[in-house]
């Protein structure tokens, strides 16, 4: 009595046909939580990686479990670096930064500081970009234009010889426009006044006016306006 598969070649027996007849496994879609203060800038992050397959963006109430987090935002204020560092405290989630300016170097250290895993200028911010960020991120790895870098160690490069040498104050420690804007409170003009002054809103001036303080570890305005005056950097 002939065996029924017999004749059947090897290449079609039953183990085989059903090997190929599996389902081809589909990979694992990314979980991203989207974070931005200004709605257009959500909407424009969201329909980019809305169209990606790789990509699973998560409402609200689902954001905390993301395993990437894509924070977008015109630059690093104090709401933005209060965001990141709850951000860094979640367990699931790795932090990604889509940002239009940093306005200094110490901006950019507390992006770092803050949990930042990676760094993408708005400007350059398409989707193959935005896509590929967030899959670098979800696999572990860091991602930073190389001006940055740069600007990052020379930043870090500057806070170590200050470490070293406290009284080495020089004009390099102020940009000219915290220069300027420190100028302006000297002479006594508020918030409002300088912001006209200078053509910055109030929230820029509030902003660059804290990091002198904050950078410089100084109490105030006042207390900063006295330490320029006494270095020589207005």
């Known amino acids: 009595m002939t065996c029924p598969h017999a004749n059947t070649p090897a290449s079609a027996s039953p183990t085989r046909h059903a090997r190929w007849t599996t389902p081809t496994e ?3 879609r990314v979980s991203v939580a989207v974070y931005a203060p200004d ?14 397959p790789e990509i699973d963006l998560l409402d609200d109430a689902d954001a905390d479990g993301a395993r990437v ?14 965001l990141l560092n709850r951000l860094r405290h979640n367990p699931h989630t790795r932090t990604g930064l889509v940002v239009g300016t940093f306005e200094s170097g110490d901006a950019l250290q507390r992006a770092i500081d803050s949990g930042v895993a990676a760094v993408l200028r708005r400007v350059e ?3 193959d970009r935005l896509l590929h960020l967030v899959l670098a991120i979800a696999n572990g790895e860091g991602m930073l234009p190389g001006d940055l870098l740069a600007k990052l160690l020379s930043h870090v490069g500057s806070l170590q010889r200050s470490t070293l040498d ?11 426009r915290e220069a300027e804007m420190l100028r302006l409170v000297s002479e006594g003009l508020d918030t409002s006044e300088i912001a006209r002054k200078t053509s910055y809103s109030e ?9 002198v303080i904050t950078r410089l570890e100084l109490r105030n305005r006042a207390h900063a306006v006295g330490h320029a005056l006494r270095n020589g950097l207005i």
């Open 26 to 28: 589909q990979p694992e």
């Open 125 to 127: 911010a398409d989707q």
């Open 69 to 82: 987090s894509l924070v977008t935002v015109d630059t690093v204020d104090d709401e933005t670096t209060a």
């Open 203 to 211: 929230r820029t001036v509030k902003n660059v006016l804290h990091e």
């Open 166 to 176: 406290p009284r080495a104050t020089s004009l390099s420690t102020l940009t000219s």
């Open 39 to 52: 709605p257009v800038l959500y909407v424009g992050v969201v329909q980019q990686l809305r169209q990606r």
